[in-house]
Each structure stands twice: as C-alpha cells, then as structure tokens.
C-alpha cells in the first residue's frame, strides 16, 4: 500500500493494470520524465506490485497477479469492515430512537 501512496506510482499502476507498457510508453501518458518513470516502476517492482520482462531492446511492465489477487483482497475486506461498522452505527441509531420514543 506504501509503494501506490504516490499519486504518479498509482497512474503508472493503473496504466499497467490495463495492459503492459514499456517505461517510454508511459512517459508519453503522463507529466513526468522517462528517468522518473524508472524511478517509480522500481519502487512497484520492489514493492511487488509490478513485473518487468524483455521484449527485444525494451522492458515491457505488468501487474503481478499474485499482487494484484492481495490488494483486490485487502480492499475487499475493508469494504467488508467499513460497511459492517455502517450497519452497526445505523441499527445502533435506530434502537436508541426507538427507545427515545
């Protein structure tokens, strides 16, 4: 979750996500440099969220899907939580409506 706190970490994820690129092509797509894009593909590479292949003279990008399965999982369950804690808070606010009456 660290490695996805910066905002152009999370582009140059979500742009993989759709398909594998290689770092000039996501370059062209966003405000930051190709050194830059490197940077931060590195950090998605260490972090496990990404994985880099060669393709002839280039390094094409992609999510790792073992990665990929974890975040889906982890964000799945604190949809599950936050909206547990919802229900709770709004049958909560009933019962003591309920007995206010």
Request: aromatic letters at 6%; a positive charge; proline letters at 5%.
């Given at each position: 979750?660290?490695?996805?706190?910066?905002?152009?970490?999370r582009a140059?994820?979500r742009?993989?996500?759709?398909?594998?690129r290689a770092?000039g092509?996501?370059?062209?797509?966003?405000?930051?440099?190709?050194p830059?894009?490197s940077?931060?593909?590195?950090?998605?590479?260490?972090?496990?969220?990404?994985?880099?292949?060669?393709e002839?003279?280039?390094?094409v990008?992609?999510?790792?899907?073992?990665?990929?399965?974890?975040?889906?999982?982890y964000?799945?369950?604190?949809w599950?939580d936050?909206?547990?804690?919802?229900k709770?808070?709004?049958?909560?606010e009933?019962?003591?409506?309920?007995?206010?009456?």
């Amino acid at each position: 979750m660290d490695a996805l706190g910066d905002p152009t970490r999370r582009a140059i994820f979500r742009q993989v996500a759709r398909h594998p690129r290689a770092v000039g092509e996501l370059a062209a797509e966003l405000p930051v440099s190709r050194p830059a894009v490197s940077q931060h593909l590195k950090v998605l590479k260490d972090a496990g969220l990404v994985i880099g292949h060669a393709e002839g003279t280039r390094r094409v990008y992609r999510v790792n899907p073992g990665a990929r399965s974890e975040l889906q999982a982890y964000l799945d369950g604190f949809w599950a939580d936050a909206l547990d804690a919802f229900k709770s808070a709004v049958e909560q606010e009933t019962d003591q409506d309920r007995r206010a009456r």
